[in-house]
């Protein structure tokens, strides 16, 4: 969706305060105050610099200058992420704008409540090449809910209320707002009218009772019946409903990789995260269940695996804020539209009743099933035999002693999937991650977002040698605005999933997975170097005595970022799997190569 801001409906009311005269740019900051917002991350230039101008008169505006545009984007993810709010970052026309690119996408693919402000060339520049010209409206077209062109300096207030309107309701994500150089430097008598009424923009979050009913029903006649639990629970703010529910129904509970947190991992209904690299009882519930009880999940490919084989027996009940979701994968017996929060609430009502009116079917058979699959496959790992740390005792020493007031961001691979496995999360938003788009460089500005968000809990970045080296700048941002995170380097010297895939699929045909960061004599980079030159508390840890001693140190230094070089086996594998495209079923390939299984 595009449009020029003179689509936004504009009607000031005598009830709101208006009338000041102002730039359009000094608009842009005053109507980011009215929406409440303290926090932004940016980078100027050129064609943003009337808004930079305006940001130093800004009484309630912290701006935060990061050092990379990439950086700002996924630190206002993860500021959004962690706080449950509008993430916002500002960027300057061509290549400072398309640089958000990618955390606009990251944050489409997950949902994230995002706005972005470009800077946009002299309207009567437009479309003629000029300096630092890109159609930034365009390229993002399709990874934005919306975008806004604004070439008046009146529809600047119109356009950031919408902007912010839309990030934040119905299915939560990415909204854009170009704003041109005279529309910035125009001068326009500032009114705020926070009504938004956008033509054709009715998120439906009230689900349809006769649906409701219907989903009833399909509950208290399963005999095998999970609820597959997706992010949208948490972007709802719906996980005290969601655990009355599921305590209600007694059905076992698996949630995906951008759930983590949203029911606890300590509850008894609780079977882990299910997928390629999902628990053993999580897949298999699924594969193997009556009924879905599926809750603002979408099917994703890494779920399902091969979705025409995916729980082949089950009836579906989808419920999701987004209507183009339901069916989208697979055919829904129970469609549910509405906002999670609602649904579940509802859904609560009417099981309720029902148990009330009925009797329900008996599912202690199913539980002892899963109970049988707990118990023969609980996660585990294989200690190293190369002498080497072991990956998954490091993360999972993070989460123990760190504990679940925390919060964990993931870079992408190897050490995301550990970090999900490993750590126990007792509560939403202690796990931040780039899930659909899989964004390597995504932890280190992310942590930082969130840091900002929640300064007073400890925000780990768990990164790998790969991610870390795409945006480490960014601990620059980090030192010199005093934002303490604490970084741990997973350190195998290579791009590790991609090694266990080339181990596994390519008869370890290594190819360009190599990085030499981490056994050797030399290092390349030296990370404790570079996190000092950075001026953060840089340690490298190479035995497991030293392991639980830098956790603490980490989380005992608050004055400045800290980063630890965890080096680790480059041989330690992700388990379980279930290859790209196989069915949830060939699981067994896991079972039968994962050496923590083997026979006693």
């Keep these: 969706m595009t449009s020029e801001s003179s689509a936004v409906p504009h009607q000031p009311d005598p009830d709101y305060s208006g009338g000041e005269r102002m730039t359009g740019a000094q608009a842009v900051v005053r109507s980011l105050e009215a929406l409440g917002v303290r926090d932004v991350f940016g980078l100027p230039g050129g064609a943003v610099l009337p808004l930079y101008d305006a940001l130093m008169d800004a009484a309630e505006l912290r701006h935060i200058l990061v050092r990379h545009e990439q950086g700002g984007g996924h630190a206002a993810e993860g500021f959004a992420s962690a706080k449950g709010e509008v993430g916002v970052c500002i960027a300057t026309s061509g290549p400072g704008a398309t640089n958000l690119v990618t955390a606009i996408a990251d944050a489409y693919m997950d949902s994230v409540p995002m706005l972005a402000i470009t800077g946009q060339v002299f309207s009567h520049l437009m479309g003629s090449d000029a300096f630092q010209e890109a159609d930034i409206i365009g390229i993002t077209m399709p990874i934005t809910k919306h975008s806004f062109l604004v070439k008046k300096p009146e529809d600047v207030p119109g356009a950031i209320a919408a902007a912010y309107h839309l990030a934040s309701t119905g299915r939560p994500g990415p909204v854009l707002v170009d704003i041109t150089k005279d529309a910035q430097e125009g001068l326009v008598d500032f009114v705020w009218d926070p009504r938004v009424d956008l033509a054709g923009y009715r998120p439906i979050t009230k689900a349809n009772s006769k649906q409701i009913q219907a989903a009833a029903d399909l509950i208290a006649q399963a005999e095998r019946p999970v609820f597959y639990v997706g992010g949208g629970v948490g972007r709802a703010g719906a996980s005290a409903e969601l655990l009355q529910l599921a305590e209600l129904v007694g059905a076992p509970v698996v949630t995906t990789l951008m759930a983590r947190g949203v029911f606890p991992d300590s509850h008894p209904q609780h079977l882990g995260m299910p997928g390629m690299h999902g628990t053993v009882p999580a897949v298999l519930a699924l594969q193997e269940s009556d009924l879905l009880i599926t809750l603002g999940a979408r099917f994703d490919d890494r779920v399902t695996g091969k979705a025409a084989q995916f729980a082949p027996d089950a009836k579906v009940i989808h419920a999701d804020i987004d209507p183009a979701e339901i069916g989208k994968i697979r055919a829904a017996d129970v469609p549910i539209v509405g906002d999670a929060a609602e649904v579940i609430s509802d859904l609560i009502a009417a099981v309720s009743t029902c148990k009330l009116s009925r009797e329900c079917a008996d599912i202690s058979e199913w539980w002892e099933r899963l109970r049988m699959l707990q118990e023969k496959f609980p996660l585990g790992y294989k200690e190293t035999t190369d002498g080497l740390l072991s990956p998954q005792h490091i993360i999972q020493r993070i989460g123990e002693i760190t504990g679940p007031e925390g919060v964990y961001v993931a870079g992408v691979g190897q050490h995301q999937m550990w970090a999900a496995q490993f750590i126990k999360y007792e509560r939403p938003n202690a796990w931040l991650n780039s899930g659909g788009a899989g964004t390597m460089g995504y932890s280190v500005p992310a942590a930082m977002g969130a840091k900002v968000a ?10 790998g040698d790969g991610c870390f080296q795409m945006t480490n700048q960014e601990l620059a941002t980090c030192m010199v605005n005093n934002i303490p995170i604490k970084v741990a380097i997973i350190n195998n010297s290579s791009l590790g999933m991609v090694r266990q895939w080339q181990t596994l699929i390519y008869d370890g045909r290594y190819s360009n997975t190599e990085l030499n960061t981490g056994h050797g004599s030399e290092r390349i980079p030296d990370f404790v170097k570079l996190g000092e030159a950075y001026g953060c508390l840089a340690i490298r840890v190479e035995r497991e005595d030293q ?22 086996s480059s041989d330690a594998m992700v388990w379980p799997m279930v290859r790209q495209g196989t069915s949830n079923s060939d699981i067994q390939y896991a079972l039968e190569h994962a050496p923590e299984w083997e026979e006693e």
């Design 454 to 463: 929640e300064p007073d809990r400890a925000v780990w970045a768990i990164d």
């Design 547 to 568: 392991v639980d001693d830098a956790i603490r140190l980490a989380l005992e230094t608050n004055d400045r970022p800290v980063v630890i070089d965890f080096v680790v």
